[in-house]
């Protein structure tokens, strides 16, 4: 079943066109990464898929009620305000202790309960705000750039966790990130997004990539990524081989 599909979605933001003709759909209990360089207009698409930004022009469904548990990117706590995670789960709506509980067991930090938000680790941070995500017990899970900050290891951990999330509760989960060398085991399947969608498939890991490279530089330290192109779309342009990323921009 699917939860949201667009069709030749494009979106402006001030005077720039930042999304051009991009298709997409995700469907029940798959998991499905954005990846793209700064600006691509990943945050942009996310926020138009929840509806917060409205397109310019392109089609967009939503399911009807669609439920969706939203981790965003950074998220600003006033350190004056004494906060515990449990508190913190009250907001913006109170919330059962034996859902707040239920929630804080499944990412892994009901230990945590009692302590003041502001005293937490960035990996501790962050499962706290996927606790609250998952109490509105969600259709679709998105996280936008959830692992900033953290090291390997707990990226690693805190992905392996969205698919234990996405196996238990059923939901699927839309995901963007940089971090292709961790996020690609977990995913169904991986769009790379550079204003438009370049290319889309399953993950396919492999060890060099020239054409990655190219469009994401060389940070990933040989642990580069391949994607496999999935030829049953159209695209709005035309790719002269297969199983690389295009990395022309759209613009
Ligand atoms: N509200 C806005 N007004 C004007 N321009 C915007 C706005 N939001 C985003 N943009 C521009 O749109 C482009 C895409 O931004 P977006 O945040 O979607 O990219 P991104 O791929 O998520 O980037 P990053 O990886 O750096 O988070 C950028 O050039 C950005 O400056």
Redesign the pocket.
């Known amino acids: 079943m699917s939860l949201i599909t667009a069709r030749k979605l494009s979106v402006r ?2 005077d ?1 066109t ?2 051009q003709n991009v298709d997409f759909e995700i469907r029940k209990g798959e998991i499905v990464t954005i990846v ?12 138009t898929l929840i509806g917060a ?1 409205t397109p310019e022009s392109g089609e967009l469904n939503r399911k009807t009620k669609l439920r969706i548990g939203y981790v965003p ?1 950074k998220l600003f706590v006033d350190g004056a305000m004494p906060l515990t995670v449990r508190r913190f789960l009250d907001v913006p709506k109170r919330v059962k202790n034996s859902e707040a509980e239920a929630a804080l067991d499944r990412t892994g930090v009901a230990h945590l309960a009692d302590h003041p938000l502001n005293g937490l680790s960035g990996g501790q941070f962050q499962r706290v705000l996927l606790a609250r995500a998952i109490l509105v017990k969600p259709d679709i899970l998105m996280l ?2 959830a692992t900033q900050g953290l090291d390997q290891p707990g990226s690693a951990a805190f992905y392996q966790l969205i698919e234990e999330l996405r196996d238990t509760l059923g939901c699927a989960v839309l995901m ?1 990130s ?1 971090e292709l060398h961790v996020v690609m085991s977990a995913s169904d399947r991986v769009i790379c ?1 550079n204003g438009h969608v370049c290319c889309e498939g399953a993950p396919d890991v492999v060890s060099a990539a020239p054409e990655y490279r190219q469009l994401f530089g060389t940070g990933t330290k040989g642990a580069l990524a391949l994607y496999r192109h999935d030829h049953n779309h159209d695209h709005d342009h035309v790719h002269e081989h297969d199983h690389t990323c295009d990395h022309e921009g759209a613009h």
């Not at 793209?36 to 926020?47: A, D, I, Q």
Request: charged content about 20%; hydrophobic content about 30%.
């Open positions: 933001q001030g720039k930042v999304l793209g360089p700064n600006g691509s207009g990943k945050s942009t698409l996310l926020r930004v990117q936008d750039e963007v940089h997004l």
